[in-house]
């Protein structure tokens, strides 16, 4: 059975960071693509990140360049979102999901003083 | 970037009935392997996001009969034969065509 659990989720000011994790199993890691998503609350979702099988490719849509990391250890069967320089607009529900079939129950990230 | 519009904020229907929900897309979702880059996923309070179709029409593995996608170029449906009670949801398209990736703005279907 496919699980994904998110986790690192919290309370966090304007300006600083957040890492978030994804522990994955009952699947090969290593094979898919692993994406992160969000939903801000009573909103619909949007695509915040993407790394291929071997973490050698990343891509952003233009609101989190720059500011957001993506990375994954297929060792450990993780993948990570570093967020920096975070926003109030980046309050949301984070959701990590293996390629666009399975997604984890998601991790709630609020930014504010 | 690829819009899509999901025209229909709210759809409201009865246990058995019919339904349909329609994702327009800005361009063209044809690849040039001849698959149609849009799928589908149901979000239910509580659970966790269920995706529903891939390439508009190939229904993920465990997902009943009754939800079928169709459509081609920029217009898609999700048709839902037969709604039963856990079918009371929203449902979003997704487009991963291009990137970045967007989501239409869901469809919530309810109980009349």
């Known amino acids: 059975e496919v699980q994904l659990v998110e986790t690192g989720g919290g309370l966090v000011q304007p300006g600083r960071s957040l890492k978030l994790s994804c522990v994955a199993s009952?699947?090969?890691?290593?094979?898919?693509?692993m994406y992160w998503i969000r939903q801000a609350p009573g909103k619909g979702l949007e695509w915040v990140s993407s790394?291929?099988?071997?973490?050698?490719?990343?891509y952003y849509p233009d609101s989190v360049k720059g500011r957001f990391t993506i990375s994954r250890d297929n060792a450990e069967n993780t993948v990570y979102l570093q967020m920096n320089s975070l926003r109030s607009e980046d309050t949301a529900t984070y959701y990590c999901?293996?390629?666009?079939?399975?997604w984890g129950q998601g991790v709630m990230v609020t930014v504010s003083s | 970037q690829i819009t899509l519009t999901q025209q229909a904020e709210s759809l409201w229907v009865s246990p058995g009935e019919k339904v349909s929900i329609t994702c327009r897309a800005s361009?063209?979702?044809?690849?040039?392997?001849?698959?149609?880059?849009l799928s589908w996923y149901q979000q239910r309070p509580g659970q966790t996001t269920k995706a529903l179709i891939y390439?508009?029409?190939i229904r993920t593995d465990g997902v009943p009969t009754r939800f079928i996608g169709s459509g081609s170029g920029t217009e898609f449906t999700l048709s839902i034969e037969d709604v039963q009670p856990e079918d009371i949801a929203l449902y979003y398209c997704l487009q991963t065509l291009k990137k970045p990736y967007t989501f239409g703005a869901g469809t919530k279907l309810e109980l009349k």
């Open positions: 009952g699947f090969t890691f290593s094979s898919y693509w």
């Open positions: 999901a293996k390629g666009t079939d399975y």
């Open positions: 790394i291929n099988t071997d973490g050698g490719s990343t």
């Open positions: 390439h508009a029409s």
């Open positions: 361009q063209s979702l044809l690849y040039t392997d001849g698959k149609h880059y």
